[in-house]
């Protein structure tokens, strides 16, 4: 029988005693959001570098890249305020503001494996825009 490696450092296997409990957590938020009037939205996990490095220079050195098969560069993301700004610059350009989404999707990011991070999390959250800041 072949070695079954364990997952890498930075990740892990919910299994289903925690991932019942991790559901309900997440329908719960997906009731609060939607109930404030958040629409959700999901989008791919991956985008091209572009998109990233132009919402967010920071963002020029992504953790995992990856090539399609014309030679673009495309990224796991890292959090989901980039593609969402995304979403909005493409399908929401006429749209009258304020636009309230939400989303739970998946992240990924770089890590020190030493210090127990997580190379993929589970991420909740909403986002407004066209909203004057305090």
Known sequence: MSTIHPTPSGTRDVLPDEMRELHAVVESLRGVFGARGYGEVRTPALEYEQVLTRGDPAAADPAYKLFDEQGNVLVLRSDMTIPIARVVSSRYA?????????????????????????????QAGIEVVGVPGP
């Open 94 to 122: 006429d749209a009258d503001p304020p636009l309230r989404f939400c989303y739970v999707a998946h992240a990924y990011r770089s890590v020190r494996p030493q210090r127990g991070q997580d190379r993929e999390m589970l």
